[in-house]
């Protein structure tokens, strides 16, 4: 059972094009993040959200957290390739074992 | 800083063999963690520790086992090498994993390890 789904497993766009990318679950979060890995290195910390209904803006990306504090998206605006890697979404449930969850991860592609 | 450093970064196991993954961190964080990553997949925990001296089990432990003897180092073992443990592993660290908080946790850089 995957706590944390994320979609689109993949997406491909082109160079200045938006997207979004959803992180989703039936548990309650106290926190959520969002990790950025490229190949051939760990995941590398982009953001983190403890509120619900929290937004936060880094450059062109922009991150919200859902009211219920049980989902998150991931927006880029006008993306570029170097924007280009897997993104990863991990939370810690309010319940439970007290460890980070990590998202099945969105690969994106952005063709120059 | 070096941060979190794994070794080796890559490996080839026949079945049956043992090996053990190093992980070493400079930062003095109390919290250390193992997480593999299959491909497609995300990382799913292993093991982890809150301090030199205690471990516990994470989503994925079976056929693994780790030691914390001191803070700075949390080696994982493979006793007995399954194709099933072809993977990427990844040792990460934090300061703390208050829930509240959103500790940020700092990964290595990866051990590519093949059974088979």
């Known amino acids: 059972t995957q706590l944390l789904e994320q979609s689109p497993q993949f997406l491909s766009i082109q160079e200045g094009e938006n997207l979004t990318v959803y992180c989703n679950s039936s548990?309650?979060?106290?926190?959520l993040q969002w990790y950025r890995q490229e190949p051939g290195e760990g995941p590398v910390l982009l953001v983190t959200?403890?509120?619900?209904?929290e937004v936060k803006k880094l450059k062109r990306l922009t991150f919200q957290f859902g009211d219920a504090r049980k989902d998150s998206s991931l927006h880029i605006t006008a993306a570029q390739p170097g924007d280009t890697g897997l993104y990863l979404c991990a939370g810690v449930p309010q319940t439970g074992a007290n460890n980070l969850f990590f998202g099945t991860g969105t690969r994106l592609t952005v063709i120059p | 800083n070096a941060g979190v450093t794994q070794t080796p970064k890559f490996r080839i196991l026949k079945i049956g063999q043992s090996m053990t993954l190093q992980c070493t961190q400079d930062?003095?964080?109390?919290?250390m963690y193992w997480y593999r990553q299959d491909p497609g997949m995300g990382l799913k925990l292993i093991y982890y520790?809150?301090?030199?001296?205690?471990?516990d089990k994470g989503e994925v432990p079976n056929g693994y086992n780790v030691s914390r003897s001191t803070t700075e180092d949390f080696p994982l073992r493979l006793e007995l090498a399954a194709p099933s443990q072809t993977s990427v592993y990844f040792c990460?660290?934090?300061?703390?994993?208050?829930?509240?908080?959103?500790?940020?946790?700092?990964f290595g850089e990866g051990s590519w390890l093949t059974v088979v």
């Open positions: 959200v403890v509120t619900g209904g």
């Open positions: 520790s809150v301090g030199a001296g205690i471990t």
């Open positions: 990460a660290s934090s300061y703390s994993s208050r829930r509240s908080s959103g500790n940020t946790i700092y």
């Open positions: 930062m003095n964080h109390n919290y």
């Open positions: 548990s309650v979060f106290s926190s």
